[in-house]
């Protein structure tokens, strides 16, 4: 194994500037493929944590009659104690209602949580942009929108009527942002108990939320969930049934970048195929005069394996410092007005290792053509017609 490595590595020494060319091609191809799918991966992520990053990806409701989950405690210690994947468990009640203001009226939901549970969900902490949260029962928060168009503020005393006509009276204690204008405009965020007594619920709540540490694999844990309480008032639903467009989106974007990926390497292949097919034309009076000081077939066809494994790793390593690079300088460049980048640099390490490893085989597979070719090869003839 050792001669045929060390002709391999004088052959690939005596021609730098054609070992130079393949592998740049080889780097080419390896910072392509790290650089669109870093890109797509990220704008992935991006879409993902922007649509349901900060909300529930699966939820129980209940489909009896009055729409609400009893005995709601053991259901959680349920899916906490027997699924494994799920995370921010947390229970909301809630029902519409009006706000009287200043003799004009807004339709809102009035939205009860545990808000230290919820916030893992909601992110409702950071999105308080005024004020502070509620403390006590018939302390709300308000949308930051729903605050523009009423003029209600922080401190104000308002009335709301909820939907069999009872009124109550809500001190607004801060102002959220949680980003969407819909939510903005119209939840009204409170303390548990308080949705509870206004709604008379008693002890019961409207859903069961909560997100998985896989957000692709809702529907296996929604399906499992399901399939453990096995109650037909009890409708387990999750964000992968209820946006079918953006997962067809996301599954469209991978399909394009395997794809680009595929035909990429498939072309950087060939290339190096070919140029090693030409070095054994140059080397055939080389390999024509080892074969007749004794080389067997094996060993020469070694020298090309062993010189695609080379051309491979060099490629390899520098196209993943290049398309690292690549992947860097465009979250610099490509930025939205506010200066972030319009795509987060996303670093998945499996991804390169893996894309680094394909380069690699593929060289050694393209090698394995003029590998044959060098095995067939006569001394005589070689010599003869050198």
Do not use: C
């Not at 699966?58 to 210690?77: Q, R, V």
């Not at 692709?216 to 499992?224: E, P, R, Y």
């Not at 794809?259 to 290339?271: E, N, P, T």
Request: net charge negative.
């Amino acid at each position: 194994m050792k001669l045929p490595f060390k002709i391999a590595l004088r052959f690939l020494k005596s021609s730098k500037g054609q070992t130079v060319l393949i592998a740049l091609g080889i780097a080419i191809g390896v910072s392509v493929q790290i650089f669109i799918g870093s890109l797509i991966q990220g704008l992935q992520k991006s879409l993902v944590d922007t649509t349901i990053g900060n909300q529930p990806q699966i939820s129980i409701t209940a489909t009896n009659e009055d729409k609400l989950i009893e005995g709601y405690d053991e259901i959680l210690s349920s899916i906490t104690d027997k699924e494994d994947q799920v995370i921010n468990l947390s229970v909301a009640a809630d029902g519409p209602a009006l706000i009287n203001h200043e003799d004009d009226t807004y339709s809102i939901l009035v939205r009860g949580f545990n808000i230290d549970e919820s916030d893992a969900l909601y992110n409702i902490k950071e999105s308080v942009v005024e004020g502070t949260l509620p403390e006590n029962d018939y302390e709300v928060l308000i949308g930051i929108d729903l605050k523009n168009e009423s003029g209600i503020d922080i401190g104000d005393e308002i009335d709301v009527v909820a939907n069999f006509g009872e009124t109550h009276t809500f001190t607004v204690t801060g102002i959220f942002n949680l980003g969407v204008s819909s939510l903005n405009s119209s939840w009204t965020i409170t303390n548990l108990a308080t949705t509870q007594d206004m709604f008379s619920f008693e002890d019961r709540v409207t859903s069961i939320d909560m997100q998985v540490t896989d957000v692709f694999a809702a529907d296996a844990v929604a399906a499992s969930i399901s399939d453990r309480l096995g109650s037909d008032e009890l409708l387990v639903d999750n964000w992968k049934d209820q946006n079918e467009d953006l997962l067809s989106g996301l599954n469209g974007q991978s399909v394009s970048s395997l794809m680009i990926q595929v035909f990429v390497m498939i072309s950087v292949l060939l290339g190096i195929a070919s140029i090693l097919a030409i070095t054994v034309v140059q080397k055939s009076k080389q390999i024509g005069i080892l074969k007749a000081m004794g080389i067997r077939d094996k060993t020469s066809s070694l020298i090309f394996l062993f010189q695609g494994l080379l051309l491979g790793v060099a490629g390899a390593v520098l196209g993943v410092i290049l398309g690292l690079l690549l992947a860097f300088a465009f979250t610099k460049f490509a930025l939205n007005p506010d200066g972030t980048p319009v795509v987060p640099l996303f670093i998945d390490p499996m991804f390169i290792a893996l894309s680094a490893v394909i380069a690699v085989i593929a060289s050694v597979v393209a090698a394995l053509i003029p590998a044959r070719k060098s095995s067939r090869l006569d001394p005589i003839e070689v010599i003869r017609n050198a």
